[in-house]
Nanobody
Framework: QVQLVESGGGLVQAGGSLRLSCVAS????????MGWFRQAPGKQRELVAA???????NYRDSVKGRFTISRDNAKNTVYLQMNSLKPEDTAVYFC???????????WGQGTQVTVSS
């Protein structure tokens, strides 16, 4: 089992920045990818950014150039730096970890990000 705890959400004006953090604990040695998803009211959960054990990253098109995902293995933490935020970035952001062996997905509790215009 893997436990994920997010922090760093909040209310920010358009153009502002936030940094989300996600600390992993438990059977972290089985994790081969971590990422951030988001879900806005009435919409499906969508991938925002992900990073894999080899260091590769990927982003959804709408956040490229504005968001950066990074990982600190010593702290078992993954970050999402969000710059130039837009009202359409408003959502609950969830941290995700994938077990490379079982391909199970683990989720954090979510953190609200609200961007005012």
């Amino acid at each position: 089992q893997v436990q994920l705890v997010e922090s760093g959400g909040g209310l920010v004006q358009a153009g502002g920045s936030l940094r989300l953090s996600c600390v992993a604990s438990g059977n972290i040695f089985s994790i081969n990818a971590m990422g951030w998803f988001r879900q806005a009211p009435g919409k499906q959960r969508e991938l925002v950014a992900a990073c894999r054990s080899g260091g590769t990253t990927n982003y959804r098109d709408s956040v490229k150039g504005r968001f950066t995902i990074s990982r600190d293995n010593a702290k078992n933490t993954v970050y999402l730096q969000m710059n130039s935020l837009k009202p359409e970035d408003t959502a609950v952001y969830f941290c995700n970890a994938r077990d490379g062996g079982t391909e199970s997905d683990y989720w954090g509790q979510g953190t609200q990000v609200t961007v005012s215009s």
